[in-house]
T-cell receptor, first 113, second 113 residues
Framework: LAKTTQPISMDSYEGQEVNITCSHN???????ITWYQQFPSQGPRFIIQ???TKVTNEVASLFIPADRKSSTLSLPRVSLSDTAVYYC??????????????FGKGTLLTVNP | NAGVTQTPKFRVLKTGQSMTLLCAQD?????MYWYRQDPGMGLRLIHY???????AKGEVPDGYNVSRLKKQNFLLGLESAAPSQTSVYFC????????????FGPGTRLTVT
């Protein structure tokens, strides 16, 4: 089962691009990575997911290099409201006896004015 | 469409008491999960279910039991609560298959004295 490791905290300023990297060993070809955002006293909410190369949606991008030993969440032009904890999740298998998942411990992103 | 709901929102137990946390989802999702969240530990998987009538252990299953008698409900039981089970508990659900995100409930804050 993949173990996911991410930085405990990061600081940024409004308008900057922020990149948060998650390291994960033993990720197979069809295993995928999902990133979640969590505000205090709320449940996590989905940001983006993917299993190879690059994925982009309206709020973020996700980069997974060819060796698949890490993934990077990229948040363009952050604002104060992006201050939150960000979690990466590695999911192995698609169901049945081989299905496993593990969350990273989370990265507290603080965006300063 | 309420999404994922959790009952109760708060609860205080004395050591040795028992209780059941209820998670309900109205999205017809096959997969359901129970996590606990403690400071500095991120989200840790307690138990999960890939379908009605099936359950499996996660990372920290000791002291908890679960049941999935109906597809829309996932119950988490504490038979004899201990102070170490003081935590915030989150339930989540998702569709079966590849590249589907989890939808989280608002959480249950449990204190065991």
């Amino acid at each position: 089962l993949a173990k996911t490791t991410q930085p405990i905290s990061m600081d940024s300023y409004e308008g900057q691009e922020v990149n948060i990297t998650c390291s994960h060993n033993n990720i197979a070809t069809n295993d995928y990575i999902t990133w979640y955002q969590q505000f205090p006293s709320q449940g996590p909410r989905f940001i983006i997911q993917g299993y190879k190369t690059k994925v982009t949606n309206e709020v973020a991008s996700l980069f997974i290099p060819a060796d698949r030993k890490s993934s990077t969440l990229s948040l363009p032009r952050v604002s104060l409201s992006d201050t939150a904890v960000y979690y990466c999740l590695a999911e192995v298998g698609s169901g049945g006896s081989n299905y496993k998942l593990t969350f990273g411990k989370g990265t507290l992103l603080t965006v300063n004015p | 469409n309420a999404g994922v709901t959790q009952t109760p929102k708060f609860r205080v137990l004395k050591t040795g008491q028992s209780m059941t946390l209820l998670c309900a989802q109205d999205m017809n999702h096959e997969y359901m999960y129970w996590y606990r969240q403690d400071p500095g530990m991120g989200l840790r998987l307690i138990h999960y279910s890939v379908g009605e009538g099936t359950t499996a252990k996660g990372e920290v299953p000791d002291g908890y039991n679960v049941s999935r008698l109906k597809k829309q409900n996932f119950l988490l039981g504490l038979e004899s609560a201990a102070p170490s089970q003081t935590s915030v508990y989150f339930c989540a659900s998702r569709r079966q298959g590849f590249l589907y995100e989890q939808y989280f409930g608002p959480g249950t804050r449990l204190t065991v004295t």
